[in-house]
């Protein structure tokens, strides 16, 4: 069956620094993956996804991911934190055929120290 | 990408009492996902509500709690049947934007006492 963990429920970040948020995933077939943010009270906004092609893919926000076939990861990076990144990070993994669900990880809580 | 209207954004219910929840997409789509996120908790898939037919539902989700009606390929409702205090969480409907990946509405935040 499929799965995702993120291994960190909460990350303090100062900012500026550079920030990277986990995703292992396990999927029998070709995954289609997914970083979410949500702010409190409020819905999830796509900050990137990989589909095929090019392993490093780029997001809004200046956000980046890896996807490493190799370790079953697809890491969130981003290079220098602001304090309104400060939110809630859902990495997902969904099939790469036809209209699937998609399987959410627990969730990581980044906060953001001035 | 489809953009996605849910509402209510929020509502506060007494038990024993129903709440439909409604979504709107700009688009025609196939399949929408209904999603029960807990207070602290991941997103768990409740259904998947395919237009012209009977919702799809998961495991430990049933539809006599949440019936689901998809009337045509831009609209979807969720209700939430009887409900407890255990029902307080947020609903989120989702559409499959193929290359745009998945978008999800605001969500919908329900409070039951």
């Given at each position: 069956a499929q799965s995702v963990t993120q291994p960190d429920i909460h990350i303090t970040v100062s900012e500026g620094a550079s920030l990277e948020l986990r995703c292992n995933y396990s999927y029998g077939a070709t995954p289609y993956l997914f970083w979410y943010v949500q702010s409190p009270g409020q819905g999830l906004q796509l900050l990137l996804k990989y589909?095929?092609?090019?392993t490093l893919v780029q997001g809004i926000k200046g956000f980046e991911a890896e996807f490493k076939r190799s370790q079953s990861s697809f890491n969130l990076r981003k290079p220098s934190v602001h304090w309104s990144d400060a939110a809630e990070y859902f990495c997902a993994v969904g099939r790469s055929t036809g209209f699937q669900k998609l399987v959410f990880g627990t969730g990581t809580r980044l906060l953001v120290s001035p | 990408s489809a953009v996605i209207s849910q509402k209510p954004s929020r509502d506060i219910c007494q038990r024993g009492t129903s709440l439909t929840i409604q979504c709107q997409v700009d688009s025609q789509v196939t399949m929408m996902f209904w999603y029960r996120q807990q207070p602290g908790q991941s997103l768990t898939l409740i259904a998947t509500a395919n237009q012209g037919s009977e919702a799809t539902y998961e495991s430990g989700f049933v539809i006599d709690k949440f019936p689901i009606s998809r009337?045509?390929?831009t609209f979807s409702t969720l209700t939430v049947s009887?409900?407890?205090?255990?029902?307080s969480s947020i609903y989120l409907c989702s559409v499959?934007?193929?290359?745009?990946?998945y978008t999800f509405g605001s969500g919908t935040r329900l409070t039951v006492v």
């Open positions: 589909f095929s092609g090019d | 009337p045509n390929l009887n409900m407890s205090p255990e029902d499959d934007g193929q290359d745009y990946g």
